[in-house]
Each structure stands twice: as structure tokens, then as C-alpha cells.
């Protein structure tokens, strides 16, 4: 499995098949370079501008962007609800959470902007990779999401919606996240393949591509 952070909540994921899924891409008023890919699979956690723009998008993809469960491109698929603020999306909405099943189960939490409950963790399941927002402000902010990334228990944590001298909007630093954290590498590089998981749970941050 390869992953490509593009950038803030968007990542590139290409299956050990090959099927190119693509996660909450953004519009160009975020900061970042917005890409033209033509991806098998697009996921948008929920519709806000830096999340679902798909105007970009060139090809034949299917967009998954609701709960329920799915096959798609030969890739199983869980979209959980969840919420983009802790008053059950009364301030900003519903969002989604992704499940990936593949050669390993990949997470990607959208906005969730809560700490997630024992149910909502049960329908997640067994994780073996999460992509989780560390920022805060319109998201858990670092150390609710140090308390949701030891919930889910995955062996590779990757964070993403933080802030960087691209971004164009205020949210906390990836290392008020990654300080609760024993084994924290960062890579210089926006793409890591993961064939083999590690023995004891890794933070890896990488550079976003835009």
C-alpha cells in the first residue's frame, strides 16, 4: 500500500491491486497546491470547501461520500457518521469516517471533531494505519487526538489538518500532537509504501506534496 499526503486532509492511497483513492481533496483558497489526478475512488468526509472540492478531478471515479458499507474497485469501504463539533453537528455539520479495507485497514477521520464513544469505535473495528486531525479549532484538537488515536489503537498513525506556512487558516502545530508520543518520525518525503506493519505503534508525519 503506497500513501501520498497531498496536503492538510487529503491523501492519495493506491491499493496493492493498484485502485487510486483519493481523501478529501481541497479547493485552491486553502493555501496548498491543488493537484489534477484522475483517482478510481474519491472519499469526502463532508462538503466544506477544503474537503470535498472535486472540480479538479479528471476521469471516471465513484465518489463515496455518505455512511453505509461498499464495494467499490474491488476495495471495501465503511463511511461511519460521526460529528464535525461535539454538539452532534449542530454547529458544523455531520461528518465521516472512513474504513479502507485492504491489504491493511486504513482509517481516515475526516473532521471528526470529537472524541469518539464505544459504539462509534466498534463500528470503526480493527485499524492498522490512521490518518486522524491533530489541529484543533474545527477539528479534536491534539490531545483529544492522542486520546482517540489510543481508542483506535493503530500500529501506524499519520497526522494531517495542522498548520503550515501554506495554509491559510489557523490550527495548531503537528507537534502538540506528536509530543505524547514515544516513536515519531518525520519524513522529508510526502510518500511511504508500507508493505509490513511495525512491531510497536509509530507516528510518522510527512510532508505534504502541495
Known amino acids: 500500500m503506497k500513501i501520498t499526503y497531498l496536503a492538510h486532509a487529503s491523501f ?19 493555501g496548498y497546491t491543488v493537484f489534477e489526478l484522475s483517482p478510481d475512488v474519491v472519499l469526502t468526509s463532508h462538503k466544506h470547501f477544503d474537503h470535498g472540492y472535486t472540480g479538479n478531478l479528471r476521469g471516471d471515479y465513484v465518489l463515496v461520500d455518505k455512511e453505509g458499507e461498499f ?8 463511511g461511519i457518521k460521526t460529528f464535525h463539533d461535539k454538539e452532534n ?19 481516515h477521520l475526516g473532521d471528526l471533531g470529537h472524541e469518539l464513544a464505544a459504539s462509534e469505535l466498534e ?12 489541529g484543533g479549532v474545527y477539528t479534536i484538537d491534539a490531545k483529544e487526538a492522542f486520546n482517540v ?16 506556512e501554506k495554509l491559510k487558516f489557523d490550527l495548531g502545530k503537528v ?10 518520525e518525520v519524513f522529508q518525503t510526502s510518500e511511504i509504501e508500507i508493505n509490513s506493519l511495525p512491531e510497536k505503534q509509530k507516528v510518522i508525519v510527512l510532508k505534504y506534496k502541495g
Open 12 to 30: 492519495l492511497i493506491e491499493t496493492k491491486s493498484g485502485t487510486k483513492i483519493l481523501t478529501d481533496p481541497y479547493d485552491n483558497s486553502v
Open 149 to 164: 488515536a489510543k481508542a483506535i489503537n493503530p500500529r501506524v498513525i499519520i497526522p494531517m489538518h495542522y498548520k503550515t
Open 89 to 107: 453537528g449542530q454547529k458544523r455539520g455531520e461528518n465521516i469516517v472512513f474504513v479502507i479495507e485492504d491489504e491493511f485497514s486504513i482509517a
Open 123 to 134: 463500528k470503526v473495528g480493527k485499524v492498522d494505519i490512521l490518518l486522524i486531525p491533530v
Open 71 to 78: 464495494e467499490v474497485k474491488g476495495v471495501k469501504i465503511k
Open 175 to 184: 507537534e502538540e500532537f506528536t509530543k505524547h508520543f514515544e516513536d515519531v
